[in-house]
């Protein structure tokens, strides 16, 4: 019963490694879009205009990459945090969703 324990456990730093990694692509694609903005549905994505969208994507990334760092440690935080964390990005990806269409 041990080993299946080791390799739930193994799978499971897998998929905190994963969101690990897309949190930094995400803060790096905020980096690149703040130099270099771009249009979704005809409307522009960058600071001036989307100051809240990229804020709460900075937010939500960090969030990201914390649980992460946290659940790969084994603290009782990142258990609560990471959850949360793709929660959020759900949220902000449903929002930006609706900013693109309106």
């Known amino acids: 019963m041990s080993g299946e324990h080791v390799t739930e456990s193994k799978s499971a730093k897998w998929q905190y490694r994963v969101v690990l990694v897309f949190g930094l692509l995400n803060s790096l694609g905020l980096l690149v879009t703040a130099i270099f903005p771009f249009h979704v549905d005809g409307r522009l994505y960058s600071w001036p205009e989307a100051a809240g969208q990229m804020s709460l994507q900075a937010l939500v990334a960090?969030?990201?990459?914390?649980?992460?760092?946290?659940?790969?440690?084994?603290?009782?935080i990142g258990e609560?945090?990471?959850?949360?964390?793709?929660?959020?990005?759900l949220l902000w990806a449903c929002m930006m969703l609706r900013w693109a269409s309106l």
């Not at 960090?62 to 009782?76: F, K, T």
């Not at 609560?80 to 990005?89: I, R, S, T």
């Open 62 to 76: 960090a969030a990201l990459v914390y649980a992460s760092q946290q659940r790969l440690l084994g603290s009782e």
């Open 80 to 89: 609560k945090a990471y959850p949360a964390a793709l929660v959020a990005y």
